[in-house]
């Protein structure tokens, strides 16, 4: 078995790298269905982690339904050659076009899902997604923390529209979406983007409790263009554009686009 596995760079996704890295093994044909993976002492030492980052990486990798694994024998990659599971490669996520598709996908299912929401949502919901934006106001800008509360908004979302197939595909993208972010440090950080991002999770929020479901999506299509832009994605590129007859969104657009002219230039 010449596996060609590589020590990975330092990041806050060490799991996610050693995964995809074996996920890619397995693409190519090195690893083939039924064999056994190395230990997990060996995997540590050859990517140069702990591991717990290795028990990690294998942890998804099960998830994914790419290895099973049995107490005392090891980890094996599956027999089938076609996964049940949906799975994302993390590296094709730093592609430009990856992502922008990722970004696409994660619009079309918001926009519904905001619509959704507005309708069936319950006391609780409205609880939970309030306490995810009292955490995103308490936390810096693109922090972790940040982050954290902005998927857990949008988790709350995709709960609220009693659809379990709705709330695992977003908080699945969703999740991609965050991973990327962080490993490309390519948000624009500053109190207005704070500001703009913010107010756009609570216009979300306020049409839900609402229950306007046609304000719902025009909202969310809002901070999905404006997220896009954050991003480095450019107005277009992402199918989160804000429709024609929200009159105020380009608007706003300009002084986003402002703003991180403002912010580059500082």
Known sequence: MALKLDKVNRGPH???????????????????????????????????????VVREAIA?????????SQQGRGAFVVESNNPTV???????????????????LRGILEVQAAALAAKRRSEADLIAMGDALAGMRAAPYGSVAW????????????EATRNAYMGQFLV??????????????NQQKSDDMARITLGEHERIFAAIRAGDREAA????????AGAALRVGLHEGDAAAEPPAQEAASPVRHSRLRKAIRKQAAG
Do not use: C
Not at 61 to 67: A, F, K, M, T, W
């Open 14 to 52: 060490l799991s996610t790298l050693v995964a995809s890295s074996i996920s890619r093994e397995i693409a190519q044909g090195r690893l083939k269905p039924g064999d056994q993976l190395p230990t997990e002492q060996a995997l540590a030492t050859t990517f140069g982690v702990s591991r717990n």
């Open 60 to 68: 998804r990798l099960r998830s994914e339904g790419r290895i099973w």
């Open 86 to 104: 949906l799975t994302i490669d993390y590296e094709a996520l730093q592609r430009a076009d990856s992502f922008r598709n990722l970004f696409e």
């Open 147 to 158: 982050l954290r509360s902005d998927l857990e908004f949008h988790r709350t979302v995709a």
């Open 172 to 185: 699945f993208v969703s999740e991609r979406v965050r991973e990327s972010i962080l490993a490309a440090g």
């Open 217 to 224: 999506q025009a909202a969310m299509r809002d901070h999905l």
